[in-house]
C-alpha cells in the first residue's frame, strides 16, 4: 500500500507571498501524483496532473514538480481565492487509491 | 461539460444499507476513455477512493470495503450507483461521485453528499 504524506499540516502565507506544499510517498510513484485544491464547502477542482502538468484553466501561479518519493506544489503569488485545503494523490497503482490527508491553506 | 450530481438519504441507520445514486450530465458517459466512481471523505480527513466501475460495468473495488460495497451502472439514465451494507458510524463521511480517466487523475467531481450514520 503506498501511503501519501503531506506537510505542514497547516500553512498561513500572506497575500502575494509564495506558498510551498510538500507530498511524500511511501515509495516510488514516479511522475503519477496529481494535485487537487477544495476550496470552503466546495468539491476538489484538479490542479496537476503528471507531477507538473497544469490542468485545463488552472492559473500559472500554480506549479508542481518532483518525481519518485518528493513532489513540490507552489503557489508563486497568493491570493484570497486560493484559501482551502490541498491534497495529492497518486496513480501509479490501478485503481488509484491513495490521496494524502491534505494541507490547510491560510491567508495571514 | 461533464457534471456530476450525487442523491441519497443524508441519514442511515447502523447496520442498515447506505444506497446513492450519481447522475451524470454530459455526452461522455459511454467513453471508454472515462472512469466513474466513488470517493468518501470522513469529517477532517483526506479523501478515500472506494469503487470504480465502467460504461460496460466492469468494477474495481477498494479491498478493505469489498466485502460491504457494490457499484452498478444504468447506461440508459446515464447513471451510476453505490450500495454499501452493514453501515457503521466510521462510513460517516461527505460521498463524491467522481470521473476519473485511464491515467488515474480524477477530471470531475460531484458536490459531494453528507451521509451521517446514526440510530
Known amino acids: 500500500e503506498i501511503v501519501l504524506t503531506q506537510s505542514p499540516d497547516t500553512l498561513s502565507v500572506s497575500p502575494g507571498d509564495r506558498a510551498t506544499l510538500s507530498c511524500r510517498a511511501s515509495q516510488s510513484v514516479d511522475n503519477y501524483l496529481a494535485w487537487y485544491q477544495q476550496r470552503p464547502g466546495r468539491a476538489p477542482r484538479l490542479l496537476i496532473y503528471d507531477a507538473s502538468t497544469r490542468a485545463a484553466g488552472v492559473p500559472a501561479r500554480f506549479s508542481g514538480s518532483g518525481s519518485g518519493t518528493e513532489f513540490t506544489l507552489i503557489i508563486s503569488t497568493l491570493q484570497s481565492e486560493d484559501v482551502g485545503v490541498y491534497y495529492c494523490?497518486?496513480?501509479?497503482?490501478?485503481?488509484?487509491?491513495?490521496f494524502g490527508q491534505g494541507t490547510k491553506l491560510e491567508i495571514q | 461539460q461533464l457534471a456530476l450530481q450525487e442523491s441519497g438519504p443524508g441519514l442511515v441507520k447502523p447496520s442498515e444499507t447506505l444506497a446513492l445514486i450519481c447522475n451524470v450530465s454530459?455526452?461522455?458517459?459511454?467513453?471508454?476513455?472515462?472512469?466513474w466512481g466513488w470517493i468518501r471523505q470522513p469529517p477532517g480527513k483526506g479523501p478515500e477512493w472506494m469503487a470504480t466501475?465502467?460504461?460496460?460495468?466492469?468494477?474495481y473495488y477498494r479491498p478493505s470495503l469489498q466485502s460491504r460495497i457494490t457499484m452498478s451502472v444504468d447506461t440508459s439514465k446515464k447513471q451510476f450507483s453505490l450500495m454499501l451494507k452493514s453501515v457503521r458510524a466510521a462510513d460517516t463521511a461527505v460521498y463524491y461521485c467522481?470521473?476519473?480517466?485511464?491515467?488515474?487523475?480524477?477530471?470531475?467531481w460531484g458536490l459531494g453528499l453528507l451521509v451521517t450514520v446514526s440510530s
Open positions: 454530459g455526452d461522455s458517459f459511454n467513453s471508454y476513455a472515462y472512469y
Open positions: 467522481a470521473c476519473h480517466n485511464a491515467h488515474g487523475w480524477f477530471e470531475a
Open positions: 494523490q497518486e496513480y501509479k497503482r490501478w485503481p488509484p487509491e491513495a
Open positions: 466501475i465502467t460504461h460496460t460495468g466492469t468494477t
